[in-house]
């Protein structure tokens, strides 16, 4: 597993492209956290190496939670 023990963070990775990207990110490994607007399904909500953090990375305000949000889930 090239990504195990490590964490990444995927914008709009829920759906399209970026879901392709985090179930990939997963299978090799990785904890992730998708940041989006919208919810996640029950699949990912579920996954105990997802974390969901809803924000518009278009405003760049929000960036210090996000960043709070990945330390809080997994370190």
Known sequence: MLLENK???????GR????????????EGA???V???RNLD???ANHPR???ISADLGDLKQLPAVIE???THFG
Do not use: D, P, S, Y
């Open 7 to 13: 964490t990444a963070l995927i914008t709009g990775g």
């Open 16 to 27: 399209g492209i970026g879901r392709g990207i985090t179930e990939q990110f997963l299978a």
């Open 31 to 33: 904890n992730v956290v």
């Open 35 to 37: 940041v989006q607007r």
């Open 42 to 44: 029950e699949k990912l």
């Open 50 to 52: 997802v974390a969901h």
């Open 69 to 71: 949000g990945t330390l």
